[in-house]
């Protein structure tokens, strides 16, 4: 069977072709970096990764490009909010390139740890001023773009498309809804491309141009890098459905109106994951970091299983009895494996059977990456009574290509069951701390010194555990 993806461009499932045989085109817009990921987006690059995964097994070789939004920007999409990255410069006393370089780590060391793969090109936009500025004019000399008040506006009214993918015109219709009115756009759907003017002061950020020393519009950097780094025309472009009315609508706008080419085949978008308020945002101010996950106990690989349990097309609602449960399944699932490995008695090799329950596997992700099923293939697995373990391992470590969870890894350690001394206890804990702080002089100290005692700490992909030695 095919591999299929649902496309927002035509709100249909369709065959996937890619414009090269082998080689697939990815852009996903990637951070703002003036504050960490929450989880909710964190879910969005979680659906990417899926998807390069679906993508790799699938034969091909996936050039993913996702770029850094390090420029500062305004709280909304309009010039009347505050520049988040000035915002955040302010509340911790560090200048903007400081916050976008702390952020930026703090995103990677994210993914990092939920074993979503890094995009082979990472780009900041401060690094492609120059890039957005060449689009600009080449929009100019198509008279798509005017000058008011300072600023360089899109004129949405050059561009006959304007809104198709997100089918702005019937919404717009059927709810009677506004965009907001800015006197100095000629309609409101018109959008800044270049700010040298704007309602805040102290913009930090700023770059000489053609049109007066200022600052990117928002949209403009995943228009000029795309293009930059994967060509005019390319296979898929992803993100969070927010996305879908304005920021992909005006990078269609921007790009298709500068080349005059039909621009991306397929569109995908990520579902939201919700708090039980409603959506999870950054500008809620106190929103759930995968870091306050891990203060908890959490392990990243306990959220990557429960997001392994949801349709990237529907909304999850984030609750923490639903992660307890995904954290139960995933211990299940590493007992049944570790089991598996300890009764191995033949070599580890996929066979027909095998083979068999992959396709199986492999249909379900075929299908617009549904997820659930194929975990339901995993279990289907797990539980098999005519497969051997070494059948079942060879079979599980082939999924874990996609479920990412690091089952070939797995160690059997031994874990001291009589309880250890408070003492005893109150060091591993300390150790456990300085590790996560970062504090590795300490944490080996610590190690020597219950090393001394008789403790041997053990760091396993699931975590620290020790034994008596
Ligand atoms: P941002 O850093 O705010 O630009 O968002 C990064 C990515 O996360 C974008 O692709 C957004 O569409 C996506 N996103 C934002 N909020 C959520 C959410 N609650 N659930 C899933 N994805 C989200
Ligand atoms: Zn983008």
């Known amino acids: 069977m095919a591999l299929q993806f649902y496309n927002t461009l035509h709100r249909t499932m369709e065959d996937f072709k890619p414009i090269n045989k082998d080689e697939v085109g990815l852009y996903c817009c990637g951070p703002t970096v003036y504050n960490f990921a929450h989880i909710g ?33 305004l709280s909304d999409d309009g010039d009347d909010g505050e520049d988040k990255m000035i915002k955040s410069a ?25 074993h979503i793969k890094t995009p082979q090109v990472v780009c900041k936009a401060t690094d492609h001023i120059k890039d957005m500025q060449n689009l600009i004019s080449q929009l100019e000399e198509k008279g798509l773009t005017y000058v008011s008040e300072g600023n360089v506006y899109y004129d949405t009214e050059g561009f006959t498309s304007y809104g198709e993918m997100a089918l702005l015109d019937r919404q717009e219709l059927m709810s009677g809804a506004r965009v907001d009115i800015d006197t100095a756009k000629k309609n409101p759907r018109d959008f800044v491309l270049w700010f040298t003017k704007s309602k805040f002061e102290d913009q930090a950020m700023q770059w000489e141009s053609p049109w007066g020393k200022g600052y990117p519009g928002w949209h403009l950097e995943c228009s000029a890098m795309s293009t930059k780094y994967l060509g005019e025309q390319f296979d898929i472009h992803c993100g969070g459905v927010d996305h879908i009315p304005v920021h992909h609508t005006n990078e269609i706008a921007q790009t298709e109106g500068a080349t005059g080419k039909s621009w991306v085949n397929y569109w995908l978008h990520g579902e939201f994951l919700l708090d039980q308020t409603g959506k999870m945002s950054k500008s809620k101010g106190d929103f759930l970091t995968l870091q306050k996950l891990k203060d908890m106990g959490y392990e990243a690989m306990d959220y990557r299983y429960f997001l392994l349990g949801a349709h990237y097309r529907s909304q999850l609602i984030f609750t923490y009895e639903s992660l307890d449960s995904a954290k139960k399944a995933r211990k299940n699932l590493e007992k049944k494996v570790l089991e598996f490995k300890s009764k191995v008695t033949g070599s580890i090799i996929l066979d027909e059977t095998g083979k068999l329950i992959i396709e199986e596997f492999n249909a379900a992700l075929d299908q617009d990456m549904n997820m659930p099923r194929a975990l339901s293939v995993v279990w289907k697995t797990v539980k098999a009574k005519n497969m051997l373990p070494e059948q079942k391992l060879a079979v599980l470590y082939d999924m874990d290509g996609i479920l990412g969870l690091g089952l070939e890894a797995l160690e059997n350690v031994e874990v001291v069951e009589e309880p250890l001394d408070d003492k005893l206890l109150q060091l591993i804990r300390e150790r456990e701390d300085a590790r996560k702080n970062k504090d590795f002089l300490k944490s080996d100290q610590l190690r020597d010194e219950l090393l001394k005692q008789g403790i041997q700490i053990i760091d396993t992909p699931q975590g620290a555990q020790w034994k008596k030695v």
């Open 90 to 114: 302010r509340e911790k006393g560090w200048n903007v390139w400081q916050i976008a370089e702390h952020f930026t780590n703090a995103f990677f060391s994210d993914i990092d740890s939920l």
């Open 41 to 73: 987006n964190l879910r969005t690059y979680f659906f990417e990764d899926i998807l390069r995964r679906v993508l790799e097994r699938n034969g091909y070789t996936v050039k993913h490009v996702m770029n850094v939004t390090d420029v500062g920007h």
